[in-house]
């Protein structure tokens, strides 16, 4: 199949796809330049707080026993707390996650 020359010109114009990254700095520095989102966990009146604290560690396995409760008792008391901060992709997983323990998460923008 040939392109017309129009095509061809037009072809030639659009930008040249880069390979993947190949090492996990380059991997590590396009992680970086992604737009960060906030996961927030938002109080609510039926789950026990154990439930919330396994809740979040099963969710978020960066999360240790001692940040869990610490995001436990903030939501808690201040009516929301922030759990991550992280890619939107990574976000959108982590909300779904808590969601599916029954709790109440959203995202924003970082």
């Given at each position: 199949?040939?392109?017309?020359?129009?095509?061809?010109?037009?072809?030639?114009a659009?930008?040249?796809?880069?390979?993947?990254?190949?090492?996990?700095?380059?991997?590590?520095?396009?992680?970086?330049?992604?737009?960060?989102?906030?996961?927030?966990?938002?109080?609510?009146?039926?789950?026990?707080?154990?439930?919330?604290?396994?809740?979040l560690?099963?969710?978020?396995?960066?999360?240790?026993?001692?940040?869990?409760?610490?995001?436990?008792?903030?939501?808690?008391?201040?009516g929301v707390?922030?759990?991550?901060?992280?890619p939107?992709?990574?976000?959108?997983?982590?909300?779904?996650?808590?969601?599916?323990?029954?709790?109440?998460?959203t995202?924003?923008p970082?």
């Amino acid at each position: 199949m040939r392109l017309s020359p129009q095509l061809h010109e037009a072809a030639a114009a659009l930008p040249q796809r880069t390979s993947a990254p190949r090492t996990d700095a380059e991997v590590e520095e396009r992680l970086r330049l992604l737009p960060r989102f906030r996961v927030l966990l938002h109080n609510d009146d039926h789950n026990e707080m154990a439930h919330v604290v396994h809740a979040l560690i099963s969710s978020v396995p960066s999360l240790s026993a001692d940040e869990a409760m610490r995001i436990m008792l903030e939501a808690h008391l201040q009516g929301v707390a922030q759990v991550i901060v992280c890619p939107k992709e990574a976000a959108e997983h982590y909300r779904e996650r808590l969601e599916s323990f029954g709790l109440t998460s959203t995202i924003e923008p970082a």
